[in-house]
């Protein structure tokens, strides 16, 4: 009697010890890298017209992480972006870049980057400006995850959508608001051409808004595992039952 209670007992702690390897291998991590590097250019510029630009990261009412604790991780905006960059410079490529996973749980994020452009024209006449934003966007994914890149042009003066560039399953649209604004979805710019009086300032918005959703996909048992656990309560059925004394009638 003793050694079968001890082959019942090893057999109950496969069961458990298997039941909780499945537990932690039931889950598939998702993840997701999604990225969009930034450029300006002008043309025409004259002589007395100033321009300069800069980027700074959304704060924390535009840029937000809701996640299960101690379920998903997530990393923003590299550490040469995570500070507000005083000048661009034209035609310097700048990368503004989410990555998230999760093992667990559930993850929902929205990083935006701001970037700003302006122009002052102190020369003695009316300058007509060329600005052209070029753009490149890659996102993917990884298990049970959905991301999007959003590119918004816009004008400040009067805080006027100019472009969007809209990027989701590897799939680009461009929409333009604006008739003095030329893009082309394929090389991935958009250029806008716009006058500055005597004395007059204008600027412009460019803002990178990154999505990001993750669910860990629940992994299906494979048949062989079902098989070993049905033969294992099987055993321990059959143990069960030798070792039951009959009643008496």
Do not use: C
Not at 67 to 96: E, R
Not at 122 to 135: F, G, K, M, P, V
Not at 191 to 204: D, I, K, P, V
Not at 223 to 232: E, N, T, Y
């Amino acid at each position: 009697m003793k050694i079968l209670s001890n082959k019942q007992k090893l057999l109950n702690s496969l069961v458990t010890m298997t039941l909780l390897s499945i537990g932690q291998n039931s889950q598939a991590s998702s993840s997701f890298t999604s990225q969009s590097t930034i450029s300006f250019g002008i043309s025409d510029l004259a002589n007395g017209v100033t321009a300069t630009s800069a980027y700074t990261p959304a704060d924390a009412a535009f840029s937000y992480v809701f996640s299960a604790p101690g379920s998903v991780g997530a990393i923003v905006p590299a550490s040469d972006n995570a500070v507000a960059v005083s000048s661009l410079g034209f035609g310097a490529a700048h990368m503004f870049a989410v990555n998230g996973y999760a093992l667990a749980g559930s993850f929902t994020s929205q990083h935006i980057g701001w970037y700003q452009l302006d122009f002052l024209n102190e020369s003695a006449e009316t300058q007509q400006i060329a600005l052209t934003l070029n753009y490149a966007i890659q996102a993917s994914t990884q298990g049970d995850a959905a991301t999007d890149v959003i590119v918004d042009f816009s004008d400040a003066l009067s805080s006027q959508l100019l472009a969007n560039a809209y990027f989701n399953n590897g799939l680009l649209n461009v929409t333009s608001y604006d008739s003095a604004l030329v893009s082309a979805g394929d090389n991935s710019f958009m250029t806008y051409t716009f006058t500055l009086g005597q004395g007059e300032a204008r600027s412009f918005y460019t803002d990178v808004t990154i999505n990001g959703t993750l669910q860990p996909a629940a992994v299906p048992l494979p048949a062989a595992v079902w098989s070993f656990l049905a033969g294992l309560m099987g055993i321990l059925g059959v143990k069960k039952r030798k070792t039951t004394p009959a009643k008496l009638a």
